[in-house]
DNA sequence: GTCTATAGCGTGATAGAC
DNA sequence: GTCTATCACGCTATAGAC
């Protein structure tokens, strides 16, 4: 193999082809449902020689959610990047409220197979993707409480029954968000942002 | 038997036993992961008793479903039902937000199973059980739009999108909550409600 | 009503051919 | 790198004893 070869082996695109139909099986049927002849057919490749690529299944599955969860992760620290320096907290929450639906709703199966086999991992599985987990929450923690300690958001509210509501919001948009339907994912962002933000009664006049 | 037994013959008793334990396993194992095996230990009975009772896996777990769906659905057709005649529009609102957080939380495993198999299900059994589904649907939709009709709720966000993101959030709650915390479902309905009504954002003085 | 036994098929993982 | 063959086991559903 050349130096420069983009680092795409033949390997290394089998893996791939795997981690996809890995994911796309796992958001179908959950996590023990998933089975390696279905993800090996997907991938165009055998049950056994999954084997070569992956130590156990486990291992591969573990591999999919943290893509999954690193996915999100990125795209909302990307955007909060690309804000002016001492940004505005909540139009800092927008970003990352869009960041976050766009990666959900557009990426494929990683975060779809993360959302939805949340409550239905075994006990070691979800203890080893914890960590992963943990560190993107804690970006939302930090959204939350950077907007409340600036004066701009109310503080007479539990803030992580405010952050575990506002993703629930989001991450259950996976199961009726239609792609094909002229609403963008940023356009749910909008009416999200607007509704948790300032809420939905009618303003007095 | 006789006539006055409260209806609870030895076969209706094995029967809710198999029924509850159906649900604990789709609620923790998914839909494709759910064997009758497992059912049959939890229920106390064999697998090939369960079929003097139900006519398939399939027949059984739709059951669950729809068992699931319609707790949700005559907790919240009770709660609006114990209103004064001609309601305000808003407080319906959060009577039915409580209700339903209350059967998803602490009704044991049918909502759940619900929640959780809801993108999982093959085509055949989502059909079967999606009339139920959407006549809870209409409740919702018709809460919404009589809030909004009465001037209550702003008029200028798409009331799909908001009833979706609503019951997004509730549903999640399964997820996080934790029945031994001090939060009850009662509490956590109010902050939902004070969130989603009145919004994040700090009123300026 | 509940049981056991059985049918045919699919499971995760490994060994070894090529 | 990828394949086929194989292991012991678990699956839904049925038949028939009790």
Not at 95 to 122: D, F, K, M
Not at 150 to 178: K, P
């Amino acid at each position: 193999m050349s130096v420069r070869n983009s680092g795409k082996s033949k390997s290394d695109q089998t893996r791939a082809r795997i981690l996809d139909a890995a994911a796309h099986v796992l958001a179908t049927r959950g996590y023990a449902a998933t089975t390696l002849n279905l993800i090996a057919e997907r991938a165009n490749t055998k049950a056994g020689s999954i084997y070569y690529h992956f130590a156990s299944k486990d291992e591969l599955l573990l591999e999919v959610l943290e893509a999954g969860t690193q996915t999100a992760h990125e795209a909302v620290s990307r955007a909060l990047g690309k804000l002016e320096p001492d940004p505005d907290p909540i139009g800092a929450i927008q970003a990352a409220i869009e960041a976050h639906l766009v990666a959900v709703l557009s990426q494929g199966p990683y975060t779809t197979a993360n959302i939805r086999s949340y409550g239905q991992l075994p006990e070691h599985l979800a203890a080893a993707h914890r960590e992963v987990q943990r560190n993107y929450g804690t970006t939302w923690r930090k959204l939350i409480a950077a907007a409340v300690d600036a004066g701009a958001l109310r503080n007479d509210l539990d803030q992580r029954t405010t952050r575990l509501l506002l993703l629930g919001a989001m991450n259950w948009s996976i199961e009726w968000f239609d792609n094909e339907s002229t609403l963008t994912p940023t356009q749910l962002a909008a009416q999200l942002c607007d509704t948790v933000i300032n809420g939905l009664r009618r303003p007095t006049d």
